[in-house]
């Protein structure tokens, strides 16, 4: 009886260690929304999270600012003489989960520095995350102020909004002669209703009439028919329609506008600039007029040239300007890392915050005191079904 006791307590030990070694051997499946971590030791790697919507409604947004950064990862791949390894988030379009993305990127992946998001609402999400971890953040194209106010630690490499509804106003202003403006904003999404605001108060202050706005309509993210706020509209007969929102929504806007015969025209911001605006709206989008931030027929620095020379060769292809930004905020990122000569982030923020003159793919990048750039707008059309480059706006 003591025998076959003895071989059934050995049996039992060598299964427990069989399955204790199961579970603590075996590598952990990455989520399907993540980078594997490599299996490197931390002072031969410097980590950059990279935090975008792969997935969900912005998700082409996203994918066109990781090209850039993927892109300048491959021509400068060691900083400090060591190897840069890129750890990519899904945010999936989603506040909450742009706030968790970047949460993992900071507890879990230990990333020296950010990159994002595209949507300024995401980036928005983790300022507070960035800010108490003490981790710099450079956004590509998240454009409306909150994204760095009161954010030491949040920077960017595109031009604001202020910057960019003056833009649009003055060019429904002075090249259009509008006296009269309508506005149809993704209320949901505080990019497009930012932008709005400052379109108002641009355009306002041009035609010095309070009520030169004649009509606000607003949507959510997501809607597919926009026929009763169109029709409300063209019945007010605005001057030209402003409206900013993402690519596919605004796209469908302008479709069914011209469907229901409304010919005025129709202008907007930078979330336009992604094939699928064309590929859903299609001919419809003819004529569409917006602002932009980067455009391939003017190279403006060497970093262009090279920029340009690389993606084309890979691509076969025009980049698109949030491409030319994501490249700008990683390379961007190393040139602090090697000014600070470090990879403590808080000495890599320092760095990035004095920022002055700095050849990015997109133009000069100099950030001021709130940490964002003061750069050129570039206005574009849509022609012949292909994105066509009208006028440069230098800054205030």
């Known amino acids: 009886m003591k025998k076959w006791l003895s071989i059934l307590l050995v049996m039992l030990l060598v299964l427990s260690l069989g399955l204790t070694g199961c579970s603590s051997n075996a590598p952990a499946e990455a989520p399907a929304d993540e980078t594997p971590e490599e299996v490197a030791d931390d002072d031969e790697v410097i980590r950059i999270g990279v935090f975008e919507p792969i997935t969900g409604a912005n998700a082409a947004g996203g994918a066109l600012e ?9 021509l400068y791949p060691e900083v400090l003489g060591k190897k840069v390894e890129l750890v990519i988030a899904d945010n999936k379009s989603d506040v909450v989960e742009a706030a968790s993305a970047a949460a993992r990127l900071v507890e879990r992946d ?11 609402g995401y980036s928005i999400a983790a300022g507070d995350i960035v800010r108490d971890a003490r981790i710099p953040a ?10 760095t106010q009161g954010n030491e630690y949040y920077f960017r490499v595109c031009f604001i909004d202020p910057f960019q509804g003056t833009v649009m106003a003055n060019y429904a202003f002075n090249n259009l002669g509008a006296k009269k403006a309508a506005i149809i904003q993704e209320v949901s999404n505080d990019y497009a209703v930012g932008l709005a605001k400052f379109f108002t108060d641009s355009f306002r202050e041009l035609t010095s009439d309070e009520d030169s706005i004649i009509e606000v309509a607003n949507y959510n993210t997501g809607d597919q028919d926009f026929s009763s706020q169109l029709l409300n509209i063209s019945s007010k007969n605005p001057d030209v329609i402003f409206a900013p929102g993402n690519f596919t929504e605004s796209a469908l806007v302008i ?21 699928e605006f064309i ?7 003819e004529g569409a007029v917006f602002s932009t931030f980067f455009t391939s027929e003017t190279p403006i620095t060497k970093e262009s040239e090279k ?3 690389t993606y084309r060769s890979k691509y ?3 980049p698109a300007a949030v491409t030319a930004l994501g490249y700008d905020a990683y390379i961007l990122i190393l040139d602090a890392i090697t000014r600070a ?9 320092q760095e990035i915050a004095k920022t002055q003159g700095f050849e990015g793919a997109a133009g000069i990048i100099t950030l001021d005191v709130n940490g964002d750039a003061v750069k050129s707008a570039v206005i574009k059309t849509v022609k012949d079904g292909e994105f066509t480059y009208l006028d440069t706006i230098e800054p205030y």
């Open 66 to 74: 990781v090209e850039g950064v993927r892109l300048a990862n491959e």
């Open 110 to 120: 230990k990333v020296t520095a950010i990159i994002g998001s595209w949507g300024s």
């Open 138 to 147: 450079v956004a590509a194209s998240a454009t409306n102020p909150l994204v």
């Open 255 to 275: 479709q069914q506008a011209r469907q229901l015969g409304i010919d005025v025209p129709i202008i907007g911001g930078d979330t336009w600039e992604t094939p």
């Open 279 to 285: 590929d859903i709206g299609q001919e419809f989008v």
């Open 307 to 309: 920029f340009l020379d």
């Open 316 to 318: 076969n292809r025009e």
């Open 341 to 349: 000569n470090s990879t403590d982030p808080v000495a890599i923020t």
